[in-house]
């Protein structure tokens, strides 16, 4: 993959090559032509607005919006939109979450009435959503009806609470993607259209295309059809933040279908995108070597501690979380966590070896090359949602030739030191939370139990 800026290509890009613009009313655009076989095309509509800029009296609008949508546009009806995705058997996904509303549409299709059809539909829903009276009424049912179906569910209830305890009151949490109902169905037709001229304007708006075609008619494409969109004169997108928590936050959800116990740790972070390629990687070896530990005593021990994982995820503008990960079984669920938590303490004190770091390198290092030569057969989607996240998160956008480099590079000055100390500094965050998801008959999840997870936690974690 190759950054190069447009408009329009110069020369032919090469295949894995991304080009990327920015039109004069402030649109973002990316393009990379990928053969993966059968790939066809896959477009991506990213507006980086979402609930969190919902005003009080909105709560469920941006959710609203999407579907609205995906209805009439003023020169493309429901039922023509839906001919033109029959026609070139295009798939349409969309989603809306805090901080971004997604579009995607993905066809097996790659000529050029196929790649016009599916620009001409997202630049409807950038700027041509017609927010007919019976369409919103529509609309608004389905809304209604989707609410129902996902929140009158216990594993509603439990995400919800568990993003109610990672969220730490801040304005996040008050304003849930699917909304409430009771302002749903008091909606406006001014509302609507109020939320979706603020936010869904050129420089909160990129289009993504990826797939097997020729650049350059894809970029004069999108040019034809984006860049005459109106910019409104609004407040600039507000950035919100989570308030810091001293002390360790946990709970308990309680999950009546689960045979085992699964117990996540939240270590959460401000997120830098300058320094990201390198934590990416500490974070990589660092806590790689943590997980083969934690195996390495689990078999000593014989204990039936499964699914020892660790993974990031970012969701929210400016912040990161690192996840750590344990199913335990119910019989010894009490025993079990107090001497996982000490065994995680235990050995994330230990320094990291030589050894242990050379062995690491090297498999990273033979991971990074088979990546390296296999970038031909990543899905075209997966390619689109690293774009997405460059677009809405900041996350960097890191040819594969520059990352090989800059990872190779880091690979061979990184010392076991360096490592160590990055952990404790990864680890020793104030804004920790344990979720525990148990089956809701396990007597022992009481407030004794919760007591015992608090002591367990403030006498063998790092936790301040």
Known sequence: MQIMISPFSKQKPEIGHVVTSVLENGMTYYVQAHTQPNSGIVFALAVKAGSVLEDEHEKGAAHFVEHMCLADTHYLSKQEIGSIYKLYNINCKAYTNYEETVYMLQSPCNDVEAIE???????????????NCDRIEEVREDVLKEWSFTQNTQKAYNRNHTLQILLNESRYIYH??????????????????KFYKTWYRPELIALIAVGDFDVKLVEETIYRYFHST????????????????????????????????????YLRHSFHPLSAPKLKLMDQLSFNILMKRIECQKKKHNKLWNNILWATERFLIG?????????????????????????????????????????????????????????????????????????????????????????????????PKELYDHLHQRLNTVNNTLIVNSPILDERITTNAINEYSESLNKYMYWQ
């Open 230 to 265: 109106p910019n409104y004169k609004v407040p600039p997108r507000v950035i919100y933040s989570i308030p810091d928590h001293v002390q360790p936050r946990f709970t308990v959800n309680r999950v009546s279908q689960r045979e085992d116990t699964e117990v996540n740790i």
């Open 319 to 415: 912040y990161e979380f690192i996840v750590l990960s344990v199913k335990l079984q119910n019989k010894y669920l009490i025993s079990d966590l107090t001497e996982c938590l000490y065994v995680f303490d235990h050995i994330s004190k230990q320094n990291f070896s030589d050894t242990e770091v050379s062995f690491e390198r090297m498999g990273f290092k033979k991971d990074l090359e088979q990546n390296y030569q296999l970038y031909a057969s990543i899905p075209s989607k997966i390619l689109v949602k690293e774009y997405i996240n460059n677009f809405i998160y900041d996350e960097p956008l890191m040819t594969m030739e520059n990352e090989y480099e800059v990872v190779n590079n880091l690979l061979a000055s990184i010392t």
């Open 117 to 131: 059809k599916c620009i001409m539909t997202l630049s409807g829903i950038a700027c041509e959503v017609a927010f």
């Open 176 to 193: 849930l993607p699917i909304g409430i109902p009771e302002q749903i169905r008091e909606f406006s037709r001014e509302t609507l259209i």
